[in-house]
Nanobody, 123 residues
Framework: QVQLVESGGGLVQAGGSLRLSCAAS????????MGWFRQAPGKEREFVGA????????YYADSVKGRFTISRENAESMVYLQMNSLKPEDSAVYYC????????????????WGQGTQVTVSS
């Protein structure tokens, strides 16, 4: 089992920045691909980005590419999502997810999820 806890959400003005954190515990999280997803009211959960277990491979949704950056610190079992140049359409609940494997997975079939953290971007 892997437990995930997100933090760092909040209210920010358009153009601002936030850094989300995901604390992982349980099984050796360094062996897991970590993903970030988001879900706005009335919309399906969508892929934001993911990072391989080593941190060497990252993949982002086109909507956030160039603005968001994923990183991880395996020694601390932490994953981060740095969000810059935020837009109102980035407003959503953001979820951290974990999946055992060596690839970067972009579909939401991750077995482990956090509870989510709300990000609201005002115009």
């Amino acid at each position: 089992q892997v437990q995930l806890v997100e933090s760092g959400g909040g209210l920010v003005q358009a153009g601002g920045s936030l850094r989300l954190s995901c604390a992982a515990s349980g099984r050796t999280c360094s062996s897991y691909t970590m993903g970030w997803f988001r879900q706005a009211p009335g919309k399906e959960r969508e892929f934001v980005g993911a990072i391989s277990w080593s941190g060497s491979t990252k993949y982002y949704a086109d909507s956030v590419k160039g603005r968001f950056t994923i990183s991880r610190e395996n020694a601390e079992s932490m994953v981060y999502l740095q969000m810059n140049s935020l837009k109102p359409e980035d407003s959503a609940v953001y979820y951290c997810a974990a999946k055992f494997g060596t690839y970067v997975y972009i579909t939401p079939d991750y077995p482990y999820w956090g509870q989510g953290t709300q990000v609201t971007v005002s115009s």
